[in-house]
């Protein structure tokens, strides 16, 4: 029986590098392997839920760099660790524990190894922007549409009607970016959202991007607030928006400010689907200098 420590996570402090020992290796169907690290700076894609892709970056050993070509969310239950797509159950669920999973080919250190994790400074920044934007994005989306609605409904963060949280079907964020994808169908309409809102995207679009351009570069801090610092533990991001800050549940990476923000912007497109509308909401992010 494989005991395995629940992975201790830093990116949610903006971490990019840090010493570790290797405490599992595992075999991947593919031949690769997948190192299990005591802490770790990588972000990990979420199984349930993966909006933002995973970190890559290298494992710095006594026998050389071992780039890490992706970076998966394993769970652990009765000794058994079950990796990426495979896992059957969410992120925190009673009775498991999460740990990141670094995927590496070839020669892997072998456990009781200290080794140097180097995240991929690079593409992280894309993605903090892009995860950032994502959700600023969305706020500002639930403001556009917030008389679209004839109905009580749950709020968002910033206390709108939460056309985001109540419509979203997949959110992915990209470099400097984010596509959400939502659903219009009839539990929305019976819910109390009027279509119609819809009609005229482009002035959904200006909306959104007034209330960005707004918050864009506006001297706000952005961070992730936790008490559990392992993989499960839940986390919460803060930002100070203008009109006041605002909170919600997240599991990645951010900028730390909104003053370092040029622009974001939102493009819309709907198409007609079986039972309703698909909006596709695709947000750019601009950062200064
Ligand atoms: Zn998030």
Redesign the pocket.
Known sequence: MTVIPATVVTYPDGELTGTADVVHIAPLPDGRSGVVLDRTPFHPVDTAWP??PADIGVLRTAAGDVPVLATLTGGIRDGALVIGPDLPVRMGTEGWTFVVVHVVEGAAPAVGESVDAHVDPELRAALSAG?TA??LASLALDAALEDAWTKQVPTDAAGRPAFDMLAIQTSRITPYGSTDVYRIGKSLRKKGFDPAALADLRAVEARADATLAEWAGAPGAIGIHRDDHTLAGRRT?RCELPEGAVE?????T?LTSLAGIEAITVALASTEVPGGLELVMTTTIRLAG
């Open positions: 909006d933002q995860h994502c959700h991001w919600l549940p997240c599991g990645g951010h």
